[in-house]
């Protein structure tokens, strides 16, 4: 695939993220694919059912979840996103009951497509953010 099918396989999946259809990582992930990311949880499964695993609670927390990317740069078969999610802590997150607050975090990153899936991602979220603006961590000078 070229640079620009990579960028074009990325924006499908934030439109359908925004959708909510985690479904459709069934047709963008490859069986193989493999998550790097600190804040994820230990043992996910590879491929789609591990996305699914890893986003449907997030999702779940956070109603009016919508993803929108800032930056989208493709060199061969890799592909970097930087993103801003933001959402409404409706239901449970991280352990935290809802608090009705908003959200808005940022998250970065690089994704390998190979077959014309995502076949590897390396991805760090911007949690402590997250978890401040939801009441489970103090804010500086709070």
């Known amino acids: 695939m070229s640079t620009e099918e ?21 047709e963008i992930y490859a069986a193989d694919y493999v998550l790097h990311d600190p804040g994820a949880p230990p043992n996910l499964p590879p491929g789609p059912e591990g996305v699914k695993q890893f986003l449907a609670p997030i999702l779940a927390g956070l109603s009016n979840s919508q993803g929108t990317i800032e930056h989208l740069v493709a060199e061969d078969d890799k592909v970097a996103v930087w993103a801003t999610f933001t959402g409404t802590h409706t239901g449970e ?8 607050n908003q959200v808005s975090i940022l998250v970065t990153s690089i994704i390998r497509i190979a077959g ?19 009441g489970a961590i103090p804010m500086p000078g709070a």
């Open 6 to 26: 990579n960028k074009a396989l990325v924006r499908r999946w934030f439109v359908e993220l925004n959708k909510g259809n985690l479904d459709a990582a069934d």
């Open 93 to 100: 997150l991280a352990g935290v009951s809802p608090t009705g």
């Open 116 to 134: 014309g899936k995502f076949a590897e991602e390396w991805e760090l979220a911007d949690g402590l953010t997250m978890m401040q603006q939801i």
